[in-house]
DNA sequence: ACTTGACTTAGAGCGTACTCTAACACGCAT
DNA sequence: ATGCGTGTTAGAGTACGCTCTAAGTCAAGT
């Protein structure tokens, strides 16, 4: 298969329709097309850029970030470095933001074995 | 020093006086005195809680389960083991978003790496 | 011909976690 | 005694990212 409806889209993002439509809206997909009776359908590509939308979103880049990132694309080639250097701005954050939950990750862990050193003791 | 006012927790943990209010009315922080004037005046033991809660914010907890935890916690130590599962279940939550992070970042690693390649030849 | 189901739109509504406002109170320094 | 800084409250407002509603269109199946 080469082309998807919205409800495929759906399924095979997680996403749905309504945020797939949603996304568009807010330009982070662009140039959509449709069949006759108005509905649309995804290729590949579009596939492959929401693939790529989620995985900033999943690393809490914002809708407006990403937004900026899509316009600098639709500008042209010579963008390529500004585009760069948005993630690469943003791969530093996501790397501080790892640290951060393992260090919280670590408080959580010590609490735990305080419960469970308690509760070993006075069951 | 070992009581707080609550620019000095605002600054220590770095909340806003505004958040720790919040917190203490949805129940996240209990039993906070007041002096003669009816200002706040906070403990080591609440630093130590406001910097647990942080470390669980930092890791997506919702307020809501928070409030339950130190719900929990405030009826006795018979609660101890219903804490835990909380802390744990958690833990797993935490662990695999930590996953999920990881893999949406080696994909935006991906896409730099492309464009460095791209800026290399043609710059 | 009619129903069903999948789609369309503009725009309203929602959940979360703050964040701020307005009006007021207190204690200390000038 | 007056102003300033720091605090107090209830409740309103904000930002974000969806998420849903309502009314409609279209194509295919019975």
Redesign the interface.
Known sequence: MSVYKVANMADITGLTPHTLRYYEKELLLLDVPRDSSGHRYYSEDHLAAV??I???R??NMSIGTIKEYISLYRQGSNT??A??SI??D??HL??K??E???S??K???K??QR??A??RVMP
């Open positions: 693939k790529f989620s995985a900033l999943a690393t390529s470095p585009r760069m993630l690469k943003h791969e996501v790397m933001h790892l951060d939950v393992k919280s990750l408080m959580i862990r609490k735990i419960y469970e308690s509760l």
